[in-house]
Structures are given as structure tokens and as C-alpha cells.
């Protein structure tokens, strides 16, 4: 059991001192995803990793739901936060006064994680709320591999399931995605 598994348990267990230990132990690799994530972001991205680690961090012990049903709840926790912080962030960065109605690339590629080349985050941010509705396995998944920077069968370890499923899970997100994405884009 690692120490992460561990450390959830004894927080559901009711030890407050296991959940001042988590978070130190968690920040450090969610500093490494952040980092990750915002190495695709485009070069004058003004959010820098650290503040979406420190927002994020404190997005996940302010809610007060520090009771995450394992290692795979808590890292879907943050990278629902990662998700929900860059989203903000984009709709922010769109409004009207701060260029808002720069033109958009249209997303045309669902890869392994989301990067700015592909689109718009706030495409990808709708597209995945509909997803949710139709499967919310397959949005969890993507959360995951776009906002945690797992692999496939990290993500799937993470969630519970075998890795079969996470791949058919991964090939109907895409190519639902894709569709939503394009459909999109034709309308605009």
C-alpha cells in the first residue's frame, strides 16, 4: 500500500494529523503535473504552475471534502480542480477587455492530454461537460489523462477498472469528443 492509499485511509479513519501529512506529500506531485500540464501551454500563458498547484491545493482542502475513497478519488479530485482552475483561468483571459473576442483555432485532435494547439480549453471544458451526461466514465478518464497527466492504465488503476476498459472508455471519449468538437466548430 503506498503511502498516498495509506495516508486516505487513516483520513477516513477520522486522524487529522494523516491529512497534514497527505498534502505535503500529494503537492509535490502535483507541482511535477502542473508543471507538466503548462509546459504545452502557449509561452505567455500568465498563470504560472506553481500558482495552479497553490490554487488547486487549496481548492481540495478548503472544500472541507477531505474524504476521498482512495489514491484514484483524490487525484481525480485534483485534477477536476487543475481542470475547473484553467477553465476559469481561459474564461478570464476571453472576456471582452482583455481580448476576449481574439479569434479561436477550432479544436480538431483530442490527443493524450489537451494543449493549446488543438483549441480552445473553454471547447474542451462544454465538449466534456457533455460527455459527462452520455458517460461519465469515459469524462472521468479524460480528466485524468488531460488534467492529471496519467497514462491509460495509470488513469485506469486510478478509477478501478482494467486496462481493456480504460481503452475502449479512451476510444469512445476521442471519437465522441472529436465529433462534439467538430460539430462545433461548423456551427460557429
Avoid at 12 to 21: K, S
Avoid at 105 to 113: A, K, Q, R
Wanted: hydrophobic fraction near 45%; glycine fraction near 6%; include cysteine.
Amino acid at each position: 500500500m503506498s503511502d498516498v492509499t495509506r495516508l486516505i485511509s487513516e483520513i477516513q479513519e477520522g486522524n487529522r494529523v494523516a491529512a497534514e501529512q497527505l498534502l505535503p506529500l500529494v503537492y509535490d506531485e502535483l507541482r511535477k503535473l502542473a508543471a507538466a500540464r503548462m509546459a504545452g501551454e502557449r509561452q505567455d500563458h500568465t498563470l504560472p504552475p506553481t500558482a495552479l498547484v497553490h490554487e488547486a491545493y487549496l481548492r481540495l482542502i478548503g472544500a472541507g471534502d477531505d474524504q476521498w475513497n482512495g489514491r484514484g478519488h483524490f487525484f481525480g479530485a485534483a485534477a477536476e480542480a487543475m481542470r475547473r482552475i484553467l477553465v476559469d483561468h481561459a474564461r478570464n483571459r476571453r472576456r471582452l477587455k482583455r481580448g476576449g473576442d481574439a479569434p479561436q483555432l477550432p479544436l480538431t485532435v483530442v490527443e493524450l492530454f489537451w494543449d493549446p494547439r488543438y483549441g480552445d480549453i473553454l471547447d474542451l471544458n462544454e465538449a466534456l461537460a457533455g460527455l459527462e451526461e452520455v458517460d461519465s466514465s469515459a469524462a472521468q478518464l479524460v480528466k485524468l489523462r488531460c488534467f492529471a497527466g496519467q497514462t491509460r492504465d495509470e488513469a485506469a488503476a486510478l478509477m478501478d477498472i482494467s486496462p481493456s476498459t480504460a481503452k475502449r472508455y479512451w476510444a469512445f471519449a476521442r471519437a465522441w469528443l472529436h465529433r462534439k468538437l467538430q460539430a462545433d466548430s461548423m456551427a460557429d
